[in-house]
């Protein structure tokens, strides 16, 4: 992913320079002054450094855990966003919408209960692993006699 990073940087560049009207950049009102330019650099910057650690946060979750997880995460998280936007914004809960809601709910919990099985499943053969290595290999005892000095 680093070597396409400045090849992606390069073509960019090289587009905006053939394709944006660069003539008409003075008259936008986010770069006819100099305090203007500062301010729309810095929230450039601020929004691309809050995008960067917000891959660099992904990456590292889903090293720890899984992509499931973290898409489980993004499922949920879309699903609180409508609620948010219904309950708090007023927006309109169209059936659609419902739809959606439902199917991503009914996905969520069918993986969590598919991984539930799964892990006492994984619980129930470890259990019987070590009830078979117990019965196959009986504990040996050795009595020592005393030593006498």
């Given at each position: 992913?680093?070597?396409?990073?400045?090849?992606?940087?390069?073509?960019?560049?090289?587009?905006?320079?053939?394709?944006?009207?660069?003539?008409?950049f003075t008259?936008?009102?986010?770069?006819?002054?100099?305090?203007?330019?500062?301010?729309?650099?810095?929230?450039?910057?601020?929004?691309?450094?809050?995008?960067?650690?917000?891959?660099?946060?992904?990456?590292?979750?889903v090293s720890?855990?899984?992509?499931?997880?973290?898409?489980?995460?993004?499922?949920?998280?879309?699903?609180?966003?409508?609620?948010?936007?219904?309950?708090?914004?007023?927006?309109?809960?169209?059936?659609?919408?419902?739809?959606?809601?439902?199917?991503?709910?009914?996905?969520?919990?069918?993986?969590?209960?598919?991984?539930?099985?799964?892990?006492?499943?994984?619980?129930?053969?470890?259990?019987?692993?070590?009830?078979?290595?117990?019965?196959?290999?009986?504990?040996?005892?050795?009595?020592?006699?005393?030593?006498?000095?």
């Amino acid at each position: 992913m680093s070597y396409v990073t400045p090849v992606m940087a390069f073509v960019t560049a090289l587009l905006s320079l053939l394709l944006d009207p660069w003539d008409q950049f003075t008259k936008n009102s986010y770069f006819n002054s100099s305090w203007h330019i500062a301010r729309s650099c810095f929230l450039m910057l601020f929004g691309g450094t809050l995008a960067f650690f917000m891959v660099l946060t992904e990456y590292i979750l889903v090293s720890i855990t899984s992509a499931v997880t973290v898409t489980l995460a993004g499922v949920v998280k879309e699903a609180v966003t409508i609620l948010v936007a219904v309950f708090y914004l007023q927006d309109e809960f169209t059936w659609l919408k419902g739809a959606g809601l439902l199917t991503i709910m009914v996905g969520v919990s069918l993986f969590n209960w598919y991984k539930y099985l799964k892990l006492q499943k994984g619980k129930l053969e470890e259990d019987e692993a070590a009830i078979a290595l117990t019965a196959n290999h009986a504990a040996k005892y050795v009595i020592l006699d005393k030593m006498e000095d």
